[in-house]
């Protein structure tokens, strides 16, 4: 559907997993509906109360309006510039301020589990906005070639067991040290992680259960 600038669709109770695909004029995609309740006071209500799991591919042009919906836990993103990937993980974030705002925010236990970064050129570093989500336990970042660094504050993220990243040619900076609650840690065909003997760089990884470097 390359041709669609606008995804807007009544309200789907029941969904639980969306992707949209190869929509590169794709600019906005409407998330809530606009409700009166019985004593006129206007709100929000989320069109996807139900959506768990959300794969945005090719889609370098994607606004949620006014947010993704807060219900997804699982979310992909593949094929887009890092101006896009910023703005989506922004529109991850509960909305703040107003009560229409407030009924749309996950509950505390809630927020974004699984994030998967996929071809995403020009990336050096991640977006300074994935700090913030808290209850992330999974993070997959494959063939993002321009990505340098991960940043050492993806320790503050506490709840994170998993890492995962392969085919980033461009990484040099690991902090693992820094990934103190990581159970699992996979690293593949990432040459620059790794020295002349084809060992990997970084020997701070000691306190993570299951490890797997390899260097193709």
Same mark, same amino acid.
């Given at each position: 559907?390359?041709?669609?600038?606008?995804?807007?669709?009544?309200?789907?109770?029941?969904?639980m997993? *969306?992707?949209?695909?190869?929509?590169?004029?794709?600019?906005?995609?409407?998330?809530?509906?606009?409700?009166?309740?019985?004593? =006129?006071?206007?709100?929000?209500?989320?069109?996807f109360?139900?959506?768990? =799991? *959300?794969?945005?591919?090719?889609?370098?042009?994607?606004?949620?309006?006014?947010? %993704?919906?807060?219900?997804?836990?699982?979310?992909?993103?593949?094929?887009?510039?890092?101006?896009?990937?910023?703005? +989506?993980?922004?529109?991850?974030?509960?909305?703040?301020? =107003? &009560?229409?705002?407030?009924?749309? $925010?996950?509950?505390?236990?809630?927020?974004?589990?699984? %994030? +998967?970064? /996929?071809?995403? $050129? /020009?990336?050096?570093? %991640?977006?300074?906005?994935?700090?913030?989500?808290?209850?992330? /336990?999974?993070?997959?970042?494959d063939?993002?070639?321009?990505?340098?660094?991960?940043?050492?504050w993806? =320790?503050?993220?506490?709840? *994170?067991?998993?890492?995962?990243?392969?085919?980033?040619?461009?990484?040099?900076? *690991?902090?693992?040290?820094?990934?103190?609650?990581?159970?699992?840690?996979? +690293?593949?065909?990432?040459?620059?992680?790794? &020295?002349?003997?084809? /060992?990997?760089?970084?020997?701070? +990884?000691?306190?993570?259960?299951?490890?797997?470097?390899?260097?193709?």
């Amino acid at each position: 559907m390359p041709a669609v600038t606008n995804f807007s669709v009544d309200k789907f109770p029941a969904l639980m997993i *969306l992707e949209l695909s190869s929509m590169p004029v794709l600019r906005e995609w409407v998330t809530v509906l606009t409700v009166d309740d019985e004593e =006129g006071r206007r709100g929000q209500v989320p069109i996807f109360p139900c959506l768990t =799991g *959300l794969w945005l591919k090719e889609c370098p042009q994607l606004r949620p309006e006014p947010c %993704l919906p807060p219900s997804v836990k699982d979310l992909g993103i593949s094929r887009t510039s890092k101006e896009n990937l910023s703005l +989506i993980l922004e529109c991850a974030m509960p909305l703040g301020g =107003g &009560d229409a705002a407030v009924s749309l $925010q996950p509950p505390p236990d809630k927020g974004l589990r699984e %994030l +998967i970064i /996929q071809e995403c $050129q /020009q990336l050096t570093c %991640l977006p300074e906005s994935l700090r913030s989500f808290t209850s992330l /336990q999974r993070l997959v970042i494959d063939y993002c070639e321009d990505l340098e660094r991960i940043e050492d504050w993806l =320790g503050e993220l506490t709840e *994170l067991q998993s890492l995962e990243i392969d085919g980033c040619s461009s990484l040099r900076y *690991l902090p693992a040290h820094k990934m103190t609650t990581l159970k699992k840690l996979t +690293i593949d065909d990432c040459p620059l992680l790794f &020295d002349a003997a084809k /060992q990997f760089v970084d020997t701070s +990884i000691d306190h993570i259960e299951e490890v797997y470097v390899n260097n193709r």
